[in-house]
């Protein structure tokens, strides 16, 4: 007599998955984040490297040496472009958090960072030839990254051969 | 009470049924979850995995990972990603100073448990990291892969098989609810690499027969601040 037991209590199967679903909601609705933008201060990874810093350098004459000397061993040797990376992160904001689990919560504060780097171009005798500040975009791989921006120099650089009359 | 009595049969009857399926569907999705990312199923490289999509080939860097968690000897990988005790990572032109977790590879159950793996990489340098397993939340454990402990190896044109060393990375653990203690924390100051040249002479020998001879070329330890070095990936 299958059909005395009442349908929604009859199948245990169903009021599982019911439960479930009601649970994922509440967890779905009871979750949340606010980001709070903060303005940009000191490095929390790295050392910045600023404009005061950079006064002692002179293309074609600075040499790898100097540079090293004066601000540090490198973050990251490109080598094969022969290119200093000197890089930081500063707090880009906070991200405050709130997630619902049954009959407790949690929340936190998490640092929003943002990637500086600062590039050293060398010639093939290590001589200083230019740099340049960049802010890594948020997601970008760092290969992409320093690859566009190697493309854009070597763009900004090229000049159309002289026209022969 | 005859009327009584067949609902609570069929009750009876019908509930086992029901409470097995609801468990077959719960452990169908913790093992779909389980197993999603760490599919790779144990055995030597196919002939095509050599070669990277675009035709460049790559070698098999052979690595034993062994551990202690609180003075106890543990495994470094136990039979699934989520209860290893060691992740590894890998650092190149791609990621910049921040490792990413890498594919690793076993060749059997057993050496598995004993600690070899291998990964498949192209010639250049690469940064091979070592990651506690996740006991933090996910941004913690994301930030860590900047500044966990690394060794740097460069690759050379025409390597097939090159036995990395042996890494011994102990540290301090924590309880857990099943199984054994579980690493939370290395002890910088205990990590080695050790010289088993010849036990992975043998495994390459028994798994890798047409990429042999093996070469050995020891991981080189990075300190954290230390430059990295990279180089722009061939053809870009």
Redesign the interface.
């Known amino acids: 007599m299958i059909s005395a037991i009442p349908a929604d209590k009859g199948n245990s199967f169903a009021r599982h998955i019911r439960a479930g679903a009601l649970v994922a909601a509440l967890v779905w609705f009871g979750s949340g984040c606010l980001y709070i933008p903060t303005p940009h201060g000191k490095a929390v990874e790295g050392t910045e490297v600023t404009l005061s810093d950079l006064a002692f350098l002179r293309p074609g004459e600075t040499s790898k040496e100097e540079v090293t000397r004066k601000l540090g061993s490198p973050t990251i040797l490109w080598r094969d472009e022969n290119i200093f990376v000197y890089r930081w992160v500063k707090q880009r904001g906070v991200l405050l958090w709130a997630v619902a689990s049954g009959y407790s919560g949690s929340f936190g504060l998490i640092d929003v960072p943002q990637e500086f780097a600062f590039l050293l171009t060398f010639d093939r005798n290590d001589i200083f030839v230019n740099s340049e500040t960049l802010e890594k975009p948020v997601g970008k791989a760092y290969g992409d990254f320093l690859l566009e921006w190697r493309d854009a120099q070597r763009a900004r650089n090229w000049q159309a051969p002289p026209k022969t009359p | 009470m005859k009327?009584l009595a067949?609902?609570l049969a069929?009750?009876r009857r019908?509930?086992p049924d029901?409470?097995l399926?609801?468990w077959l569907f719960t452990a169908a999705l913790v093992l779909g979850l389980l197993g999603s990312g760490c599919a790779t199923s144990p055995g030597p490289p196919e002939k095509g995995e050599l070669l990277t999509p675009d035709g460049k080939p790559r070698a098999v860097l052979l690595v034993r990972i062994t551990t202690e968690v609180d003075g106890q000897p543990a495994t470094a990988f136990s039979s699934m990603l989520p209860v290893d005790n060691i992740w590894l990572g890998l650092e190149?032109?791609?990621?910049?100073?921040?490792a990413t977790p890498a594919e690793l590879r076993f060749l059997s159950g057993e050496t598995r448990k004993e600690g070899w793996t291998y990964l498949l990489l192209e010639p250049g340098?690469h940064y091979l990291a070592a990651h506690e397993p996740q006991s933090t939340?996910v941004?913690a454990y994301d930030a860590r892969w900047?500044t966990c402990p690394r060794w740097s190896i460069e690759i050379p044109n025409g390597a097939r098989v090159i036995y990395g060393g042996t890494l011994f990375l102990p540290g301090t653990g924590r309880t857990m609810i099943l199984g054994p203690r579980q690493l939370v924390t290395f002890d910088p100051a205990r990590l080695e690499i050790r010289d088993e040249t010849s036990a992975a002479q043998a495994l390459a020998r028994q798994w890798f027969p047409n990429l042999t001879p093996m070469s050995v070329q020891f991981l080189k330890g990075h300190k954290l601040?230390?430059?990295?070095?990279?180089?722009?990936?061939v053809g870009?």
């Open positions: 009327r067949r609902p069929s009750r019908k509930k029901q409470t399926a609801a190149d032109f791609s990621t910049g100073v921040t340098l939340n941004f900047s601040g230390d430059t990295i070095i990279i180089e722009t990936p870009k």
